[in-house]
């Protein structure tokens, strides 16, 4: 069964460091999305995408974070300037009709 | 102000019970719920998904019910087992192609055996 896997499982990046999370979403999906769950807190919208353009973002997402879909497989999340607050699990996920969506394994980010 | 609130303690339920668990929503207009299983350290995995114009849906041991009057889904696992045990998660989504799911906190389920 398709699945939606995202790259690193953990990263750890010092204050003030660039990282991207990678994703592979579902091949004939069409829409994706980047959520974050802080641990022991409630999984968060970020933001979505969808025919090469960001569709909708969250007050989180702010000028220090990106999105992009490079080649046509691969979605990414890029954070500028990572603070300590941006550790977090992040998940990617793709959807198709009809509103299920599918989610990565998710990324350990910790920020030290 | 928005909530989506799910029952706050754990739910601890011998094997073979039902369990139930609760979603409710306050000042949203959701043209679907949608209930998640999370493990811990993993993604949530989609269960099933009701639209605002059906009363309930079915798949296998699991049952929702969705009451937009009331503002409440129902979430049962019949003949629960161990395996049951995770973090469910209620999720409200919005018309349109594309839209972003609004999670609840989950409510932790424990089956003992």
């Known amino acids: 069964e398709p699945e939606v896997t995202q790259t690193p499982s953990h990263q750890v990046t010092q204050m003030g460091q660039e990282v991207i999370l990678r994703c592979v979403p579902i091949?004939?999906?069409?829409?994706f999305y980047w959520y974050r769950q802080i641990l022991g807190q409630k999984v968060e919208f970020l933001v979505s995408?969808?025919?090469?353009?960001?569709?909708?973002k969250s007050e989180i997402f702010d000028d220090q974070f990106s999105v992009e879909r490079p080649d046509g497989s691969n979605f990414t999340l890029k954070i500028r300037s990572t603070k300590l607050e941006d550790s977090a699990m992040y998940f990617c996920?793709?959807?198709?009709?009809?509103?299920?969506?599918?989610f990565g394994p998710g990324t350990r980010l910790t920020v030290t | 102000s928005q909530k989506i609130e799910q029952n706050s303690e754990a739910l601890n339920i011998q094997e073979g019970k039902t369990a139930t668990l609760t979603c409710n929503y306050t000042n949203y207009s959701p043209a679907y719920l949608q209930w998640y299983r999370q493990d811990p350290g993993r993604g949530p995995v989609f269960l099933l998904l009701i639209r605002e114009n059906e009363k309930e849906k079915r798949k296998e041991r699991l049952k929702v019910t969705f009451d937009t009057t009331l503002k409440q889904s129902l979430f049962h696992i019949t003949a629960s087992q161990p395996a049951d045990s995770a973090t469910y998660l209620c999720?409200?989504?919005?018309?349109?192609?594309?839209?972003?799911?609004?999670f609840g906190a989950g409510t932790r389920l424990a089956v003992h055996p």
């Open positions: 995408f969808y025919n090469n353009e960001i569709s909708e």
């Open positions: 091949s004939n999906h069409l829409y």
């Open positions: 996920a793709s959807q198709t009709d009809p509103k299920e969506q599918y």
């Open positions: 999720a409200l989504s919005f018309s349109g192609g594309y839209n972003k799911l609004i």
